[in-house]
Structure formats: C-alpha cells, structure tokens
C-alpha cells in the first residue's frame, strides 16, 4: 500500500518503487526496521469513507452464485 501511495501521487517510478520494496522486504526478513513493511507512511483519512458507487448485482444473484459455487466444490 505504501508503494502504491507513492506511485499515485508521484513520489515515487514504479521502478523507484520495486527497488524501495526490495529493500525493505530484505530489511523486513532479516529481522531489521523495514518502515514500509510495518505500518503506514501516509496520513490515513480520519473521518467516515463512503463508497459513493451503487450496487449493480443485487445481493440475491450474489447469494445464488455463492450457493453455485458451494455445490459444485460440495461444501
């Protein structure tokens, strides 16, 4: 998500990136601080998100296709 973060906004290339999470993932494993991988290096939102979108499956057909989906893997 951070990588991410800076790839959005233009902090970070994606090949800045990939380098910066190579790094932190090697840091992370060996048991070294690896910021990225730990928490957060941007301000999450303090208030409510809403996701503004509507629905466009009604939860019925979802219900049916989870119900498919368990018969046909006999669950």
Do not use: C, S, W
């Amino acid at each position: 998500m951070n990588m991410m973060h800076e790839i959005v906004t233009g902090k970070r290339t994606a090949e800045e990136a990939r380098e910066k999470i190579a790094e932190q993932i090697t840091e992370f494993l060996m048991n070294r601080p690896a910021p990225y991988a730990e928490k957060f290096q941007f301000e999450l939102p303090q208030k409510e998100q809403v996701d503004p979108d509507v629905t466009i499956v009604k939860d019925a057909e979802l219900m049916q296709a989870v119900e498919n989906a368990k018969k046909e893997l006999n669950l």
